[in-house]
């Protein structure tokens, strides 16, 4: 997924002017291609992510149209003031993309761990969040940040994620979509929990249980009136996301059933509200803190129990 995106804006800059690609710290060798055959669009710019969001501002005030690349600790926790006044303030079309959302960066430790990127830039007038779930989903929402008003933050996951997403034909921001149809439990995901869903889902069916599987590629803007048509049609709902459970998807759904008056069993699988401990892989952490496919059987079997479906 990472290696599509920052492909996609090498491809993207080579069909449009206005595209300048800028790096913080990146490794050696990092679109060398792009820095070799469009070196006036390529910056490689050091540790010092409040000073890039500000160059940025002021390119796209000149017309252009910058993606910055760094990890998504530092482009939102470090440099969130410029975000705020410098990017939204202004609604310039800065792209953020944000390395390693989530717990990507486990071996880290918390300085790396980027468990409220979403909740904070949710926060903020005219920014757009894009949490694609594989690299085919990357390659088919790039193209769709170019002339979006305003600024765009890209949450990447760590790469060479299982691809789930090419049976989706047909993409548009703020739009959610349906992997699979099926009934009583629906569950919602964004972000690389999509694989998680796919799995829970496949071993589901083997005891006769289907669920319905509803992506959001988008978490802001995002169209309401599909999600609010499932709820409405399914018994309970399930949210899945690699970020923390205040302020992320799990919220975001729960607001919209409370404004909607939509009264349903609701379990939110996400990171609890505290800083994670310990270090390790992030499939591992993932797991201590019950971020999975068993955890989404789990939930569904416990949702079903309790509205007296046996199963």
């Known amino acids: 997924m990472r290696k599509t995106c920052l492909n996609m804006v090498y491809k993207l800059a080579k069909q449009d002017s206005r595209i300048i690609f800028i790096g913080s710290d990146l490794g050696a060798g990092t679109l060398e291609e792009f820095k070799r055959e469009v070196p006036d669009r390529f910056f490689m710019e050091g540790i010092s992510e409040q000073a890039i969001l ?16 760094t990890i998504a600790s530092f482009i939102t926790r470090r440099a969130f003031e ?12 800065v792209r953020l993309i944000g390395n390693g959302g989530g717990l990507v960066y486990g071996p880290l430790g918390p300085t790396h761990q980027t468990f409220e990127d979403i909740a904070i830039l949710r926060t ?6 894009l949490a694609p779930a594989d690299a085919h989903e990357m390659k088919n929402l790039m193209p769709l940040t170019v002339d979006l008003k305003g600024p765009v933050y890209i949450r990447l996951a760590k790469g060479h994620d ?8 047909y993409y548009k921001i703020g739009e959610p979509v349906v992997l ?17 869903a796919v799995e829970a889902a496949e071993k589901l069916k083997l005891n006769s249980i289907d669920v319905t599987i509803l992506h959001c590629h988008t978490l802001k803007p995002l169209n309401t009136e599909p999600i609010l048509e499932h709820l409405s049609s399914h018994e309970c709902v399930i949210t899945v ?3 923390s459970v205040i302020g992320g998807l799990g919220s975001l759904i729960s607001e919209l059933m409370i404004d909607n008056k939509i009264f349903k069993p609701i379990k939110k699988i ?8 310990g270090y390790g892989r992030q499939l591992d952490l993932l ?18 129990k309790d509205l007296g479906v046996n199963k």
Do not use: W
Not at 83 to 91: K, T
Not at 162 to 169: E, G, H, N, Q
């Open 180 to 196: 699979k149809k099926g009934k009583n439990v629906l569950i919602i995901t964004t972000g690389r929990t999509l694989q998680m």
């Open 287 to 304: 797991k201590k803190y019950s971020i999975d496919s068993d955890s989404i059987i789990s939930a569904t079997y416990f949702l079903l």
């Open 241 to 243: 996301e690699e970020h």
């Open 82 to 93: 410029q975000i705020v006044i410098d990017l939204c303030l202004h609604n310039l079309p």
């Open 54 to 69: 500000g160059m940025s501002a002021g390119l796209a005030m000149e017309g252009f149209i910058p993606y910055v690349n």
């Open 124 to 129: 903020l007038p005219n920014m757009a969040i």
């Open 162 to 169: 299982p691809v789930v997403t090419d049976c989706i034909k």
């Open 270 to 277: 996400a990171l609890p509200d505290k800083f994670i401990e």
